[in-house]
């Protein structure tokens, strides 16, 4: 399968704990985007990496949120103490170089924070 | 600052009849991009449909095809000849330049036998 894969799928955690997703983007692609998605609304943007930089990061991305790509390929979110609040679904999705480009998702991790 | 909205929470369609999904837009940029995405129930998202701004011609693909107004903000789709596979989340979204997207809160279409 060369599509976008994103592990784990599900987590459940305490309050409190961190967690750490990860994110492994089609392989040619050089772009790479997170998004949370909560029941009964669309993704909202987290942040976005061109190769390893991270370029661009939502007002949503609290302190407790970080996210790396360290060698322009794969990318992991970390959730620091998390809260309740957090339970969502994360969404990784890649891009190539060009400019119309498709954005490819993944499946998504859902989050549970008890 | 970019904003897509979505009105329609749950719209329903006979099978093989035509369904329009509405979406409005707001952007102040003059190059920006347009989508529909479908995500099916505990699937992935997938692209459905792409409007380049700056084209005048409406985006069409097999049985999907987008009113694009640019001047009322507005891209709607329109499924035609609907399938049970069409049922799902539709998602309106949007991004500039800045490679931001901006998404809607999206419309679950029912696709009745």
């Known amino acids: 399968d060369t599509g976008v894969s994103q592990n784990p799928r599900h987590k459940i955690t305490k309050r409190g704990q961190n967690v750490t997703f990860r994110c492994d983007p089609i392989s040619e692609h050089n772009r790479l985007y997170w998004y949370r998605q909560t029941l009964g609304q669309g993704p909202e943007f987290l942040t976005y990496f061109q190769n390893e930089a991270q370029l661009e990061k939502s007002r949503l991305l609290s302190d407790r949120f970080s996210a790396e790509r360290p060698k322009g390929s794969f990318s992991t979110l970390e959730i620091q103490r998390t809260e309740q609040g957090d339970s969502a679904m994360y969404l990784c999705a890649s891009m190539g170089k060009g400019r119309l480009e498709t954005q490819y998702f993944g499946p998504g991790t859902r989050l549970l924070v008890l | 600052a970019q904003t897509v909205t979505q009105s329609q929470p749950e719209m329903s369609v006979q099978e093989a009849e035509t369904v329009t999904l509405s979406c409005t837009y707001d952007?102040?940029?003059?190059?920006?991009?347009l989508f529909w995405y479908k995500q099916p129930p505990s699937r992935q998202m997938i692209l459905v449909i792409r409007?380049?701004?700056?084209?005048?011609q409406n985006a069409t693909e097999n049985r999907f095809s987008v009113n694009f107004q640019k001047a009322a903000k507005s891209f709607s789709l329109k499924i035609s000849d609907s399938q049970l596979g069409d049922a799902a989340m539709y998602f309106c979204a949007s991004t500039s330049g800045t490679y931001k997207y901006i998404f809607g809160t999206g419309t679950r279409l029912k696709v009745l036998a």
């Open positions: 952007t102040s940029e003059s190059d920006y991009y």
């Open positions: 409007q380049e701004a700056y084209k005048q």
